[in-house]
Structure formats: structure tokens, C-alpha cells
């Protein structure tokens, strides 16, 4: 199992690199969320890896980040997706967007990436449910944007929808609904409000 690459920068392209390390040099396919956080080629980089083995087909897979390679692993656990389907789907969504996408089974918004059909992103929807939710999506996409402020919001919106009476997966996927349709909110009550009025 190779768990990371890290060397010289040879080669980079959007979809793939080289990485030169102990004089052998890697390829790596890679999402474009990886690509946006490579160096210039000739810099020292490290990438996390996943390796795949197939009878007819051997590939190394490369991500900037833990939650890149977590998201991956997690789509090709769904059946019908592999790897390059996996990567597909990585490289035409942000991991907040993607987590919020399956955590209000927006199957739409996910048959809107190249390359993946209704029944695929409605399999990923239906399969990945309970393995994503709204706290994780929104902490993703809040990471990336360098804003922490909405985490607590949808936390505390959680909590008044399941003290409702609302259990935590139907207050999970309320809330992340109201916010894949209205990413602008800012407060619990308003939040709360929308996903009650989305009943």
C-alpha cells in the first residue's frame, strides 16, 4: 500500500502528474481540486495516494488533501462508480459541495458532472447518505473559503429541528437542503424557518 508520494515536481497537468522521488518517477492521476494546489514543476510536493490494482489495469491515484481522498474512497464504495468515474466526480465538484449534494439527495446537482448519469448520482445519493452529513459539508466548504462562521448556525439549526421533534437524519437532510438552495443564510432562526417551511 503506498499511502504518499513525495519528491520533485516533474510533470503536471490537469488531470495527471509525475512525481520524481528516490530517482523512480510516479504518475498520478489527480482531481482538479489537487491541480489548483500544486507548485511549479521542479518543486518539492506531497501528495496522499491510493493504488489500484486490476487484473488488466494498474493506476496511482494522488489528492492535496485527507478529505479529497476520504470523498474519493467513499465514491468508489458506491457500485457503478470506479476509480476514474470517482475522480470525475472530484474534479467537477468542491467536497462541500459534493457532501451537500448527498446529504439532501440533490441527485440533480450531481448528474450535472460530466460523465455521470441519473441512476449513477442517484445510487451515490441514496449509498452515501448516512456516510456524509450537513456539520461535515459545510465545515469542508468553510475550510476551503477560510470562513468558520456557519458551522455552529447549522449545528444549532440541527438541534431546534430535533427538538421539534424532527429525528437527526430527517433534520440533517432538511437543513442541508435549505442550504444547497439558499447558501446565503446567516442565522439559525432563518435557517430553521426555510426548512420548516420546505416540509
Request: with cysteine.
Amino acid at each position: 500500500m503506498i499511502a504518499y508520494v513525495r519528491g520533485t515536481l516533474a510533470e503536471k497537468g490537469p488531470d495527471r502528474v509525475v512525481i520524481e522521488a528516490g530517482g523512480i518517477g510516479y504518475e498520478l492521476l489527480i482531481p482538479v481540486s489537487t491541480f489548483d494546489r500544486l507548485p511549479k514543476e521542479g518543486g518539492e510536493v506531497k501528495l496522499l495516494a491510493w493504488h489500484c490494482v486490476r487484473e488488466d489495469d494498474e493506476a496511482l491515484f494522488g489528492f492535496a488533501t485527507k478529505e479529497e481522498r476520504e470523498m474519493f474512497l467513499k465514491l468508489t464504495q458506491v457500485s457503478g462508480v470506479g476509480p476514474k468515474i470517482a475522480l470525475a466526480i472530484l474534479s467537477g465538484s468542491s467536497i462541500g459541495e459534493l457532501s451537500l449534494a448527498i446529504a439532501s439527495g440533490n441527485a440533480k446537482r450531481i448528474s450535472s458532472i460530466k460523465g455521470v448519469g441519473k441512476k449513477t448520482a442517484e445510487k451515490i445519493c441514496v449509498e452515501l447518505k448516512d456516510k456524509v452529513n450537513a456539520i461535515e459539508a459545510l465545515a469542508a466548504t468553510s475550510r476551503r473559503g477560510g470562513n468558520d462562521a456557519k458551522t455552529p448556525i447549522l449545528h444549532d439549526a440541527i438541534l431546534a429541528l430535533s427538538a421539534l421533534g424532527f429525528s437527526d437524519e430527517t433534520a440533517n437532510k432538511m437543513v442541508s437542503k435549505v442550504l444547497a438552495d439558499n447558501p446565503s443564510v446567516k442565522d439559525v432562526e432563518t435557517l430553521v424557518r426555510l426548512a420548516l417551511a420546505s416540509r
